[in-house]
């Protein structure tokens, strides 16, 4: 499998206005038709509001201000997607990025993987988020090894990027 991810880029897709740092905008996540192909589409504000078209995940991101936020923020808006496909629900129907979501999640340190159990051939695994009660369940898309490594940097890469000034 290939999954192609487009970053989108430090600009309103719909007005062109570039983003300043520390400025906040908002990232939707869309299919571009292909399978398993995602584009990250970056919206400012006013734009956003005016629900330039149906994504199935977004989040509200920023722009770092400086090399010591990046890593902030890149948490924050890892979290929200998550939640946005977990809400509703649309993360059951894509299960391949919301297991690689919750890795990036446990990698950031944002979840804990507290169990591992069987469910059936695979396995499913149980998350605790840091700092709050709130558990969510996850199961393993039985993806290869390989296959993991790459998506972890497709994704990872998505969220790192393009405001991120990496
Ligand atoms: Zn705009």
Redesign the pocket.
Known sequence: MDWKIDKGAAA??????GFSPGEEFFSGLEETGAEEEFARRD??P???AKGPRPFFSHWRTKRPAGQGEVTFVERASLEECFRSLWESGEGAKRPKLLYVLALLLVRRKVFRLEEVEREGLGLRLKLKRVGSTERFTVDDPRLGLTEVDALLGEVGGLFAGPGSGR
Request: proline share 0%; hydrophobic share 45%.
């Open positions: 309103c897709l719909a007005c062109g206005r919206f400012c006013a734009c956003w």
